[in-house]
């Protein structure tokens, strides 16, 4: 048995795309493979991680559980969209908070972050460590990356 | 861009490529034209491989080949970074559950996945080996094939691999007042670094050219010229900066299969492994410590009487040195009369152990600091006050004949407990702890850079440290735009690919600062005696007058800039100021160990937590840190790498470990039942402080750091623990089960 | 991945007789089947995305005296919707707990149900508000209580074609007080080792129901009488059979259980007695 692929069109950062993908493409393997945009990461590959993390259809998810062919008409923002135009405030402030270290989580780290701010622009940091309980960072950055989030929203408690 | 000198937390080098996604990780580079691999591997420990089907792999669509040992010289190449016991592939045995016995080629992912899900093993499971206690036990089968041991070895007849007798002083004849025995379990957990392994090689001119997500690419590329009968130079090893390491990264693991695989086929190929395969492939030697330790009545410590089991895996790996070197610091920065350790490092069939941050420190830590706080308890004497009776001065020694105490560790156990709140009242339901770990770091090694000032005054640093997180490149950049005055900006670090860039040992044991460093101020030091030379003979004046300072020279009463000077030096002819630089650590072939330490690396840990009586569940309340760094070149960098740790460190107090079922597999493989700390994890307040006394041997007094920060988590919450509900623990991780257990519940048997 | 053939159906009944096709499987929200599916556990031929059948409802209504939940409702919306938090916080509070906010994004309730994991964190909640699950497919609809619905791990009594459209809750006709809770392994986003909630009217009725302590979510009955004695809480909590697996000891979860169903049903009474 071997896939039989179909052609699919989205807007990936804002930009009509269309591509042939089997069934059993994820969203994941399709950006990253098809589109070559490689910021978004395969780690878990099962939702527990977060590191490939990108917004779909305005809501945060994990693309390695979205198949390629449910996104037909839909609009993605993956890492390199946020920021294309300069660096957002919420990426100066992961920087200026040494919030990054290896630096692989990131990406998803900041597109959760983004699409946590959209939703709750000051929000409190027990909001923080929740919108982003979905992304792990196994260098432990955890106190720094919630400093940056806060400082990014101007929110209570921002250092 | 910011200051550049030494103290200054400038911003990441790299920060910007990697908050964009910008930054390439090894399964993000592109290879053109690349094959995939999927890996082929068995549903049980221990088996005996009878017969391999691979005709329904192969008629799978894309799928180009299948390789099994078949494929390989016979008697199959092994490598190891002590014993080379590692075949590349399995041949008749698999001895751990994951252990590839074949590998799917493939034109996609997908279809090497299908591939590898379609070969048909026909295997016999076999008795395995998944314990200490079945590594112990002369019954059972021997994990390594005799053959493959020496024949003076009087071990190879069982599955103690190596032993060591450490100690000094006569522990029988020591008398103690208080005597405290207790055995203590250190679980098997693994790295779980968010970037899994990824491996790629392609035929490159007569040689081989390999990436891979490796922390030592210079170790891999002689492992491979080594196993291709390949001379090092046309072995080429990229290395981009890994998506975090901690040890797990730093020893060849599949690139040898990749590599003649590559060779084979002619063409180019990739494997990256799934998440699940990452916790097949490494972790954390596991160990049970049976201690005895004598105290007098006021505290002072006067023996310690050991047996360490530590059990390393199928193939040795790192493990040999990660025990030995831990183990012989028996009792920790503490100054104690009589040792007496009996380490034993055991074979089994269960994934090798590897070199994991802390190196065998947090085990020992874990069994010292208990039997400490079990001391304080016994005697009723302040945890920290035991401590302070004990713990070395400055230049006092701890291991006899050895690199003495080389910080004030009394200093981080006071911050410590001041921070925490030692000695205030405390609420009901909560509890205290502290502790001290320590670590040795490298005890031989070399690290070379080459440092090339160009004819602008821009500046090339080509140096191998790896930066898996820690900030090399940002530290290694301070320290040459400190010592040459160039701004940060101008200076590019070229690192990662060893047909370029000169020999470094490794990127562990917290050594890069200290090693690197120096080599990277050695060389600086020799391009301004270079620039000054070339000055004074432009200017006809003898070297003497021509004065450096960082970012200018002056010369006959005139001021110049850096890029002025070569102006003048590099009028007519370009050219370039070249030259490098090293550190040497040659060692000692007499130490048990190849040297003593460059120095020592100290941090203290103090814990409050607040227990919920009723269920075992706890919180952390307040979890500080303190490291004795020597001199923090970039403090930002430090704090992040000992918070991280600190967060690494609960992970294995509080949550991780792997478990396995009686026929040697690995039950919660995955990230949905292995259990990492995660944002809501994080204790309520988390601090971490740095200790600068400037007396390590690094630039500007530096030590090494990023592993402290997790060495004495354990104790010191299990004695938090302990002060709050009254029960003793000395087994890991501290789940809220495991404290309820110990309060209310009857014993459902320990875990290894 | 497993390759398989994807359709997206745009009315029940096309979509039920596609599920009635040979190793076809009803993809919502993807986040258990696409785990299933990389796992080799399941192997599906057919994957039928039922995102834009259109007669299965969208929102989350009042109707009359129930509240009507969509089959496409998603987690987020739950959590978020002021009907559900104002009539069933409880329901509210543990579709919050269901992985991390990009799962939420994506899983629905109807999905949860019909994966039917005997952890199933909405499950405890909707039967102690006493929900019906309602299911169309080649026979005629049909209201299935939930605490009829699950047959045993993974497994329910929906027959071949047959696809939950929606679920609904009596609105309670009084003030209930309730409560729920949840064991884990750690506070991280965690699947729960024991889950429950409770709630109590003001007859004295109560209503609990537990996860991950039997073979399926169980519902459980008693009175605030009976529950002021021992053997009341031993009556009611013998529905559970609590087993060690990779999670948790059998003998913690039973001491978790009464542990925490005591407290449930005391913040549950405290919340009625603040409320009349």
């Known amino acids: 048995m071997s896939p039989i692929e179909s052609a699919i069109t989205l807007t990936v950062n804002g930009s009509r795309r269309t591509v042939r993908v089997s069934p059993s493409t994820t969203l994941l393997e399709m950006v990253r493979s098809r589109l070559e945009l490689t910021g978004a990461k395969e780690c878990c590959a099962e939702g527990e991680c977060g590191a490939c993390t990108m917004i779909l259809d305005d809501e945060p998810v994990n693309s390695c559980l979205v198949l390629a062919v449910e996104t037909d008409g839909s609009e993605i923002t993956t890492i390199e969209g946020i920021g294309a135009a300069g660096m957002t405030p919420l990426q100066e402030s992961f920087l200026a908070t040494g919030a990054i270290q290896c630096g692989f989580c990131i990406p998803g780290m900041v597109v959760a972050a983004t699409a946590l701010l959209e939703r709750i622009p000051r929000p409190t940091e027990p909001e923080v460590r929740e919108g982003l309980s979905g992304n792990l960072c196994r260098c432990g950055g955890y106190k720094r990356i919630c400093a940056a989030v806060m400082a990014a929203a101007g929110g209570a408690g921002a250092p | ?752 | 991945m497993t390759w398989f053939e994807y359709h997206r159906p745009q009315s029940v009944g096309e979509a039920s007789d596609l599920l009635r096709m040979d190793d076809a499987v009803a993809l919502a929200g993807g986040t258990d089947l696409l785990v299933a599916v990389r796992h080799r556990a399941v192997r599906p031929a057919l994957v039928v995305d039922l995102k834009s059948v259109t007669d299965i409802a969208d929102g989350i209504e009042v109707e009359r005296d129930r509240l009507r939940i969509g089959g496409h409702v998603v987690m987020n919306r739950l959590t978020r919707d002021e009907h559900v938090n104002r009539h069933f916080p409880v329901l509210a509070e543990a579709a919050a707990v269901v992985g991390s906010v990009q799962i939420r994004n994506r899983a629905t309730l109807a999905g949860n149900l019909c994966n039917a994991s005997p952890a199933a964190d909405t499950a405890p909640a909707l039967l102690a508000y006493g929900a019906t699950v309602i299911a169309s497919g080649p026979d005629a609809p049909r209201s299935i209580p939930v605490e009829e619905f699950f047959t045993g791990p993974g497994t329910t009594v929906l027959g071949r074609g047959e696809i939950v459209t929606a679920v609904e809750i009596p609105i309670p006709p009084t003030v209930l007080g309730s409560a729920f809770a949840r064991v884990t392994r750690r506070r991280g986003v965690d699947l729960a080792s024991v889950s429950l909630a409770c709630t109590l009217d003001v007859s004295g009725r109560a209503r609990f129901g537990f996860g991950a302590v039997g073979p399926t979510p169980l519902l459980a009955q008693s009175t605030r009488d009976e529950l002021a004695t021992d053997d009341g809480w031993s009556r009611l909590l013998a529905v559970t059979s609590p087993i060690t697996d990779v999670r948790a000891g059998a003998e913690y979860r039973r001491a978790m259980l009464h542990v925490h169903s005591r407290r449930a049903f005391q913040a549950a009474s405290e919340e009625l007695r603040a409320a009349t």
């Open chain 2, 1 to 752: 861009m910011s200051g550049s000198g030494l103290g200054i937390s400038a911003p990441r080098v790299g920060g910007s490529e990697r908050v964009t996604g910008a930054q390439s990780f090894a399964a993000d580079i592109a290879i053109e034209d690349v094959l995939h691999v999927a890996l082929v591997h068995l549903d049980c420990g221990h088996a005996a491989i009878e017969e391999i089907d691979t005709s329904g792999a192969v008629g799978i669509e894309g799928v180009i080949r299948v390789f099994t040992a078949k494929d390989l010289p016979d008697p199959v190449p092994r490598f190891g970074p002590r014993f080379a016991d590692r075949p590349v592939i399995a041949t008749v045995e698999t001895k751990y559950h994951g252990e590839p016995l074949a590998a799917v080629v493939a034109v996609s992912k997908e279809a090497a996945a299908e591939g590898a899900a379609a070969v048909q093993v026909r295997h016999k499971e076999l008795p395995g080996v998944y314990s200490i206690d079945d590594a112990l036990d002369p019954e059972s089968p021997l994990v390594v094939d005799p053959a493959l041991r020496s024949g003076d070895d009087p071990l190879a007849g069982s599955n103690v691999r190596q032993r060591w007798d450490w100690g000094w002083g006569d522990v029988d004849s020591t008398e103690a007042d208080v005597v405290i025995e207790e055995t203590y379990t250190f679980p098997m957990v693994t790295h779980f670094s968010i970037e899994p392994h990824a491996f790629a090689a392609a035929p490159e001119g007569n040689g081989i050219a390999v990436w891979s997500s490796i922390q030592h690419p210079y170790f891999l590329q002689g492992t491979l010229a080594s196993l291709l009968d390949l001379p090092i130079s046309k072995v080429r090893v990229h290395a981009p900066d890994p998506g975090g390491g901690f040890g797990g990264k730093g020893f060849p693991k599949y690139e040898p299969l990749v590599t003649m695989i590559a060779l084979e086929l002619g063409r180019p190929v990739r494997l990256v492994l799934t998440l699940e395969e990452t916790f097949q492939a490494v972790r954390r030697t596991n160990a049970r410590l049976q201690l005895r330790t004598g105290f007098t009545r006021d505290g002072r410590l006067v023996f310690i009487d050991a047996i360490e089991d530590f059990m390393m895996g199928a193939y040795a790996d790192i493990a040999p040195r990660v025990i030995s070197k831990s183990s012989y610091f028996a009792a920790g920065p503490y100054k104690v009369g009589a040792v007496r350790a009996v380490v034993r490092g055991l074979m089994s069939h269960t994934t090798p152990s590897t070199a994991f941050r802390g190196f065998g420190a947090p085990q020992m830590t874990w069994g010292i600091e208990s039997q400490m706080d079990a001391a304080a308890r016994a005697l009723k004497i302040d945890p920290v006050d035991i401590r302070l009776v004990n713990l070395a001065r400055p230049g006092e020694e701890i291991v006899p004949g050895d690199r003495p105490a080389d910080g004030d560790w009394r200093q981080a156990l006071n911050i410590a407990a001041e921070k925490v709140g030692w000695g205030e009242p405390l609420l009901p339901g909560h509890g205290r702890g502290i502790s001290v770990g320590l670590k040795a770091s490298a005890t031989a090694g070399a690290s070379y850079c080459i440092l090339r000032i160009l004819h602008d005054g821009s500046v090339s640093l080509i140096a191998g440290t790896s930066d898996m997180g820690q900030g090399a490149r940002t530290i290694l950049t301070q320290l040459v735009s400190e010592n040459l005055g160039v701004p940060m900006e101008r200076v590019t670090l070229v690192m990662g690919d060893t047909a370029v860039v000169p020999f470094d040992y490794s990127t562990s044991a917290s050594r890069s600062t200290v090693f690197m460093g120096s080599a990277v101020v050695d060389a600086c030091q020799k391009a301004i005696a270079d620039l000054r030379d070339k000055a004074a003979d432009q200017h006809h004046v003898s070297v003497e007058d021509v004065v450096f300072t960082p970012g200018q020279v002056s010369v006959d009463g005139a001021v110049y800039t850096l890029p002025e000077v070569l102006n003048d030096v590099f009028g007519a002819v370009p050219g370039e100021i070249i030259v490098t630089g090293s550190q040497r650590g040659e060692g000692d072939a007499n130490h048990p160990l190849g040297g003593a330490a460059s120095f020592y690396e100290v941090s203290c840990t103090a814990s409050e937590v607040s227990v919920d009586l009723e269920t075992g569940d706890f919180e952390l309340v307040k979890h500080i840190t303190v490291a004795d760094v020597g001199r923090a070149i970039n403090p930002q960098h430090v704090e992040m790498q000992d918070e991280g740790a600190a967060v690494m460190g609960l992970g294995h107090t509080l949550m991780e470990h792997l478990i396995l079922d009686e026929h040697g597999r690995i039950v919660n493989l995955g990230a949905l039942d292995y259990r990492i700390p995660t944002f809501k994890d994080m204790p309520s307040t988390m601090e971490s402080v740095l200790v600068e006394n400037g007396d390590g041997p690094g630039p500007g007094g530096a030590k090494g750091s990023g592993e402290g920060g997790l060495l004495a988590t354990s104790p010191a919450i299990a004695a938090a623990l302990s002060e709050a509900t009254g029960v003793v623990i000395k087994d890991l991780p501290l789940t809220p089960e495991r404290v309820w257990q110990a309060m209310h519940g009857g014993d459902e048997g320990r875990e290894q």
